[in-house]
């Protein structure tokens, strides 16, 4: 059933109109297919960019829509509705563009937003490693300055867009002063040395690719560093900041289809001569279901509204993320109870759904990290 929104403005609800028609006509009818083939939909974010949809939160100079976090997170939201891999690949995009459109100077953002907002190039975002992950402080790539460019040696791990992207938001170490050693990059994907490993075999969200992505020697111009040497971490937990409400926007996405595929199948689905909505036991889980997508939603628009009105909202974003991801891996199981063994086959997109709830807990920082985030919030308060 469409979801009923309380936009801020007619130039919002004409937006989400445009993607609701989009993700209906466009993403929806690709997305079982292109998960089952693991294909990635190049051409949708072309088509997404054309319509003004890759820039949303940024300033209309650089060729953003400069819409509030409210509006641009319940777009993203129709988007994941319809396709998941889609609505995560548009929320790394955004956070991709966050270092430059934030710390970078006025002649780098000139120079390269208008193309990174505009749709011709698609971003990825690069801290991650396989033994820095929740501990960023602890990342190994190294960045050494020679001349005028950097050489940078080392590999980042589960890059979504790895090999497909234009560019890489990437996080370097420049130092040995543990986080103040970090540098951030913005790294051409036709830069020598630079490389994507093989694609991770994932339980879910096939169409979007994840691969280490390997710097053998890579030559980067330092006219490409964000924001001055040591910045690296500031500007990366700013980014996830952010970035975790898209992914909280992406699960309440996610969530809202598993509610309505499995509301249509409980009213079409009879027994002892019956609708299986009718029975109590579904009803009940039916509105738990209801009640966990609600709220979600109005956990993540809470911290939207806050960051919009430049409130602090570290903590809110992090209770977002936690309140959303937990809530979409409990709506898609229960969904895919309802749907009993139909549910368990891939006839119907549930089970598709239950899978691909289960690495929002886990990207833009593990949901245990979200409890310290939030616990030591309430403690330095």
């Known amino acids: 059933m469409p979801v009923e929104r309380l936009l801020p403005t007619p130039e919002a609800e004409d937006l989400l109109s445009l993607v609701t028609e989009i993700s209906r006509d466009e993403l929806k009818p690709r997305a079982a297919a292109g998960e089952e083939n693991e294909e990635f939909p190049r051409d949708l974010f072309a088509l997404m960019g054309k319509s003004g949809l890759l820039g949303l939160p940024y300033p209309e100079q650089w060729g953003g829509a400069e819409q509030p976090y409210e509006v641009y997170l319940q777009a ?9 891999s889609v609505g995560v690949g548009l929320s790394v995009h955004t956070m991709s563009c966050y270092a430059l459109a934030h710390y970078g100077s006025e002649e780098q953002q000139n120079k390269w937003l208008p193309d990174m907002l505009g749709g011709s190039l698609l971003g990825a975002y690069a801290l991650s490693e396989t033994q820095a992950g929740s501990d960023a402080a602890a990342l190994t790539t190294r960045a050494r300055l020679s001349g005028d460019e950097y050489v940078v040696r080392g590999a980042k791990a589960w890059i979504t867009h790895a090999g497909v992207a234009d560019f890489y938001t990437t996080m370097v170490r ?45 030559h980067v111009p330092a006219e ?31 969530a809202q289809a598993a509610l309505d595929e499995a509301v249509a199948y409980a009213k079409g689905r009879t027994q002892f001569g019956r609708p299986i909505a009718d029975f109590q036991g579904l009803e009940f889980l039916l509105a738990d279901m209801a009640a966990t997508v609600e709220s979600a939603r109005a956990t993540y628009l809470d911290a939207a509204r806050r960051r919009d009105r430049g409130m602090d909202f570290q903590r809110h974003s992090s209770i977002a993320k936690l309140v959303a991801t937990d809530g979409a891996m409990k709506v898609t199981t229960d969904a895919v109870q309802v749907l009993g063994g139909a549910g368990y086959t891939r006839d119907f997109p549930v089970e598709r759904y239950m899978r691909e709830a289960k690495v929002p807990q886990i990207f833009e920082g593990t949901n245990q990290i979200q409890r310290m985030v939030i616990a030591r919030s309430l403690k330095n308060a």
């Open 76 to 84: 993203l939201e129709e988007i994941a509705a319809a396709w998941m």
């Open 174 to 218: 420049t130092s040995d002063d543990s986080g103040r050693g970090i540098s951030c990059l913005l790294v051409d994907s036709s830069t020598p040395g630079l490389s994507a490993a093989p694609r991770e075999r994932k339980m879910g969200l096939t169409g979007s690719p994840t691969a280490q992505m390997l710097f053998d020697d890579a």
């Open 224 to 254: 490409r560093l964000i924001g001055g040497e040591g910045m690296g971490l500031k500007i990366a937990l700013a980014s996830l900041s952010s970035g975790r409400l898209g992914i909280a926007a992406c699960a309440v996405g996610l």
